[in-house]
């Protein structure tokens, strides 16, 4: 059988996958790897069934020993891995894997009670707060950042959106101060963490009323970065921006009680989005509701925007429909 680089390998498993499979995958790669990666499946010549077998069989043992490593470690994974298939083999998928799954700092914030991680933060400098934050999980991370003062949560989402890289040091600093023995991450440079990119996660994870706020005064102190945020999330008042078809499929997925309430405190553009896709008779049955509901609280309004929301951003990710976003103009053909 012939030699296959990575590149080969790559393309091949994405044949195998088919293309529902594989567009989940293209969605957590860069542009340069997206282009790589298409490149070696245009180029592709055939592939025999002995080399898919191959690649299939290195894909599986891969992932058996990332699950391994997650579970117990790169020692628990290494003793299991030698008694299934030797050393040799174990060894060298040990040696393949170690320095993309070392343990994350902070790894035992995400299994520790939220609770007690959340009595301990609270306190801390904003700065402090946003580096723990920006490790976790955007549920966790949504979670503690709902907790904090309102004043607190803006200075925190403020220093995530700007935070690109932070010093080993520093990282392993507030470990320290965490009282908590983990498998530190021996880096010789900077380590990215934080980003745009991460706050967004966390505000999507966020409920309605936590989301306006913090968005309302992060604009009032740097309207670009709130801009920018803007552009790379789903808010109600885009339901103007999706095309009938999308709306459509989205309500679908909709109560119509939850559209009625969330109807409630809608602006005149999103109603009208939203009227104009719906039948007469639905329309009719929608606003007679509206009626009927008489006063509504707000944060009973806001779940049901995010309720909505949450349905679109679900769609979206699952390529039902396409959430077009500034950055992404160019890559819809």
Known sequence: ???????????????????????????????????????????????????????????????????????????????VLKEAFGDNKADDLINRLSSSLRVKPFDFVRKADPTQVFNFIQNEHPQTIALVLSYLDPQQAAAMLSSLSLEKQTSVISRIANMSVSAPEFIKEVERILKKNISSVNQGAQAYVGGIDSLVKILNSVDRGT?????????????????????????????????????????????????????????????????????????????????????????????????????IRRLDESGEIIIMRKSEDELIV
């Open 211 to 311: 989301e306006k706020y913090l968005l309302e005064h992060l604009e009032q102190i740097e309207p670009e970065l709130t801009e920018e945020i803007k552009n790379r999330m789903f808010v109600f008042e885009d339901l103007t921006k999706l095309d009938s078809k999308a709306i459509q499929t989205v309500l679908k997925e909709i109560d119509n009680n939850d559209l009625a309430i969330a109807l409630k405190g809608a602006t005149k553009e999103v109603a009208k989005v939203i009227y104009n896709n719906i039948s007469k008779r639905l329309q009719e049955s929608i606003k007679e509701d509206i009626e009927f509901l008489g006063p509504v609280r707000i944060r009973d309004v806001e779940e049901a925007q995010q309720t909505i929301v949450n349905v």
């Open 1 to 79: 059988m012939r030699d296959i680089n990575s590149r080969e390998k790559a393309a091949i498993l994405m044949i195998m996958l088919g293309k529902d499979h594989a567009a989940k995958i293209y969605k957590h790669l860069n542009e340069e790897e997206i282009e790589q990666l298409t490149l070696s499946i245009t180029s592709m010549g055939h592939v025999e069934p002995s080399e898919k077998e191959s690649v299939l069989s290195e894909f599986l043992e891969i992932c058996m020993a990332q699950k391994f490593i997650s579970e117990g470690g790169i020692s628990y994974a290494s003793e």
